[in-house]
């Protein structure tokens, strides 16, 4: 008990891990990176028991379908999978069905995807649209939603100066995000989101494109599944391989306002879980996991660069290896300058979460987004996983790659040859825990969870804002 206390004072005075912090690596950054990632940005928040009620329960999902999703911006598409006039998209979240469609003055409009007659859903699926013919008695819109042709309109006279216009939710363009939300009353999106939304102007997301995309259904629930990717401090049991240059440990957990929180877990340092290893150790191992360069290779562009001697005793010099190399490497892949790209920019991992189900991250890196969409009970959902890659420089943005469906009954690695063998265990590391959560949450004598005070803080954040839609808090 007193060694349990004594842990606790300690861990009351400094309140992190100890050792390095993510603002001493942005400190030795061989550039200056910007304001947004030195910011700590953590919310007091108690330190009570969670509910697993919110994960299991039908009455719940209800609740959510009713007051949540409804009341939020939602990530619909990208605008790289409908890039030309009457491109469509079939967006299905939390038993809502939208179909999108570029339309020819380059917006988008989100009709909501049923016949006005009797109610089937005009497409099932994307792709090219001249117009919208319900394949059941043939009621037929033009792509901007305008009514267009009535079949034995005889019997419809009673329609005559309705207006029988598709109806709408509202669209944002956002970094080339397609947003939607069915409240008209909520702000604009980046008002609605925060400070976050200008963390993203320095990357150029409107040029990218999706390059990678991959959906697989999950046996838990959405939010415990979108949960396992907001901390990072499971790695030095469930990704042991990434420890040594992994700053788990290390890792920056922020929340702004209701709707954003972010976690920033360090790449190129040794996890404060491993010691005795130099940064000559680092530098091999995320070679081997990223298939990079070798690190002969990365110490000649360190020395290149700076003019310094790579030192494997200091912590941060694999890190400086490292970004070189990336800056240089992406140079000539895209074709565009880093030279001003930070180490933390071009290294680091961004795990920016946007509520309820959005996790598009940030920095010089094919970005990773993960979107997770509720199934019709809690114990499922879908967890989509893309990597949105920069256009080379004097190119037209490519249009998205074909979305990879693993099967049910297959892991990731089923897809190696789509996401990479490593990124591909990653994955799998994490689905050997969540059938287990999601049925050990049932198991539970008492059914409330004891969270980390700042390493779960990411999960307290979600649920009290999540808690705000459900008694009626939000939206505003
Ligand atoms: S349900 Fe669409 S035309 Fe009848
Ligand atoms: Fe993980």
Not at 52 to 76: G, K, M, T
Not at 325 to 354: K, M
Request: net charge negative; charged share 25%; hydrophobic share 35%.
């Amino acid at each position: 008990m007193n060694e349990i206390k004594d842990v606790a004072r300690e861990a009351d005075k400094a309140d992190r891990c100890p050792g390095i912090t993510y603002t001493d690596m942005l400190e030795g950054d061989t550039r200056t990176p910007p304001d947004y990632l030195f910011e700590e940005t953590v919310a007091d928040m108690p330190d009570d028991p969670i509910p697993v009620d919110p994960y299991i329960s039908e009455e719940f999902a209800r609740l959510e379908r009713e007051r949540v999703f409804p009341n939020v911006w939602l990530f619909a598409a990208r605008e790289d999978e409908m890039p030309d006039p009457g491109d469509s998209v079939v967006f299905e979240i939390a038993g809502k069905s939208f179909l999108l469609i570029r339309q020819k003055d380059g917006g988008v409009k989100a009709f909501y995807n049923a016949c006005l007659h009797r109610g089937r859903k005009l497409r099932t699926e994307g792709g090219n649209s001249i117009q919208l013919r319900c394949p059941f008695h043939g009621f037929t819109w033009r792509n901007d939603g305008s009514l267009k042709e009535i079949p034995c309109a005889w019997d419809f006279k009673h329609l005559d100066g309705k207006d029988m216009s598709l109806p709408e939710a509202r669209v944002e363009l956002w970094q080339g995000f397609v947003m939607i939300t069915e409240n008209a009353d909520l702000p604009d999106f980046k008002t609605w989101l925060g400070p976050a939304a200008s963390h993203y102007e320095r990357y150029d997301f409107e040029n990218r494109y999706t390059g990678m995309w991959i959906q697989k259904r999950i046996p838990a629930n959405w939010k415990a599944t979108a949960e396992a990717f907001m901390e990072a401090w499971h790695s030095v049991t469930t990704h042991p391989q990434l420890l040594p240059f992994l700053g788990d440990a290390n890792t920056r957990y922020d929340h702004i306002g209701d709707h954003f929180n972010r976690a920033i877990t360090p790449s190129g340092v040794l996890s404060p879980h491993m010691k005795g290893k130099d940064s000559n150790y680092v530098l091999e191992k995320m070679n081997e996991f990223s298939g990079g360069a070798d690190a002969d290779t990365n110490r000649r562009f360190a020395a290149g660069d700076s003019g310094d001697e790579f030192d494997p005793a200091d912590p941060l010099s694999a890190r400086k290896v490292l970004a070189e190399a990336s800056r240089q490497g992406f140079a000539e892949q895209y074709g565009h300058d880093y030279s001003d790209a930070s180490d933390s920019e071009l290294l680091d991992n961004f795990t920016y979460n946007i509520f309820p189900n959005f996790a598009p991250w940030i920095g010089y890196l094919p970005t990773l987004t993960y979107r997770w969409l509720p199934g019709d009970t809690p114990d499922w959902c879908i967890m989509e996983i893309r990597l949105l890659f920069p256009t080379p420089k004097g190119e037209e943005r490519p249009r998205a790659v074909a979305l990879t469906y693993i099967p049910d009954d297959e892991p990731f690695a089923w897809a190696a040859d789509v996401m990479g063998p490593q990124l591909a265990n990653v994955f799998d590391q994490d689905m050997s825990n969540l059938p287990y959560v999601q049925e050990g949450m049932k198991a539970m004598r008492d059914g409330m969870m004891e969270l980390g005070h700042y390493q779960d803080s990411r999960v307290r954040h979600f649920q009290t804002t999540l808690r705000k839609y459900i008694d009626g808090e939000l939206p505003a």
